[in-house]
């Protein structure tokens, strides 16, 4: 896919609000923000594919943090901008000395459905859909189509403040041995990464919290 798909995605989250306007106005429209911390894990890749060391190699578990824009359409559900990033390395045990760091960056549009009316909590599950983007130190960047879904509890705090615990996942597909992170110095070009399927999965753990107005 393109670098240009974080802007692409811009594009998609315009036309997404666009077309939940109406719908939401219909039902006393309101947003919320959101932010949330999560650790995460997964990201399985194949490093020196076709030689004698070829090996998978993983991304190492560590924190990740994101941002949520939500346009609601009944109260309900809502429409969803999702933004998350993850700053990690492959793993110095699968790869060795020098392993170098990744960034893991997912930019989505979807939606959440709320479910129950027990007023210390609701349960919550969102789908979204856009690109995942990952990019090694010193080499070029990895950018596909990706999903994700999650579910998790909202717990009210006042009434436009809540606090969300949940669980995500995200899956990226990527052409089956399609080489990654390639850089070409002084006319000579390599590749540190080669998919080692058809896609790449992760998964967090989150809690964060919602604004509504």
Request: proline letters at 4%.
């Given at each position: 896919?393109?670098?240009?798909?974080?802007?692409?995605?811009?594009?998609?989250?315009?036309?997404?609000?666009?077309?939940?306007?109406?719908?939401?106005?219909?039902?006393?429209?309101?947003?919320?923000?959101?932010?949330?911390?999560?650790?995460?894990?997964?990201?399985?890749?194949?490093?020196?594919?076709?030689?004698?060391?070829?090996?998978?190699?993983?991304?190492?578990?560590?924190?990740?943090?994101?941002?949520?824009?939500?346009?609601?359409?009944?109260?309900?559900?809502?429409?969803?901008?999702?933004?998350?990033?993850?700053?990690?390395?492959?793993?110095?045990?699968?790869?060795?000395?020098?392993?170098?760091?990744?960034s893991a960056e997912?930019?989505?549009?979807?939606?959440?459905?709320?479910?129950?009316?027990?007023?210390?909590?609701?349960?919550?599950?969102?789908?979204?859909?856009?690109?995942?983007?990952?990019?090694?130190?010193?080499f070029g960047a990895?950018?596909?189509?990706?999903?994700?879904?999650?579910?998790?509890?909202?717990?009210?705090?006042?009434?436009?403040?809540?606090?969300?615990?949940?669980?995500?996942?995200?899956?990226?597909?990527?052409?089956?041995?399609?080489?990654?992170?390639?850089?070409?110095?002084?006319?000579?070009?390599?590749?540190?990464?080669?998919?080692?399927?058809?896609?790449?999965?992760?998964?967090?753990?989150?809690?964060?919290?919602?604004?509504?107005?």
């Amino acid at each position: 896919m393109s670098q240009q798909a974080p802007k692409s995605i811009s594009w998609m989250v315009a036309a997404a609000l666009v077309v939940a306007a109406p719908a939401a106005t219909a039902a006393e429209s309101r947003l919320e923000v959101g932010a949330f911390g999560a650790w995460r894990l997964g990201g399985e890749f194949t490093a020196g594919a076709d030689t004698p060391a070829e090996r998978e190699v993983d991304l190492e578990e560590s924190g990740s943090w994101g941002l949520s824009l939500g346009l609601y359409r009944d109260p309900d559900s809502f429409y969803e901008f999702l933004y998350s990033r993850q700053s990690t390395r492959l793993d110095r045990g699968d790869f060795g000395p020098g392993a170098p760091g990744i960034s893991a960056e997912y930019y989505h549009v979807g939606g959440t459905l709320l479910f129950g009316d027990e007023p210390r909590y609701r349960s919550f599950v969102s789908l979204t859909i856009g690109a995942g983007r990952f990019k090694a130190d010193g080499f070029g960047a990895e950018t596909d189509l990706s999903v994700s879904l999650g579910t998790g509890l909202r717990v009210p705090v006042t009434e436009r403040l809540a606090i969300d615990f949940g669980v995500r996942g995200y899956l990226t597909f990527i052409d089956q041995d399609t080489r990654l992170f390639c850089t070409s110095i002084g006319g000579q070009g390599g590749c540190l990464l080669e998919s080692s399927g058809s896609s790449v999965f992760q998964a967090e753990a989150s809690a964060g919290f919602r604004w509504r107005f």
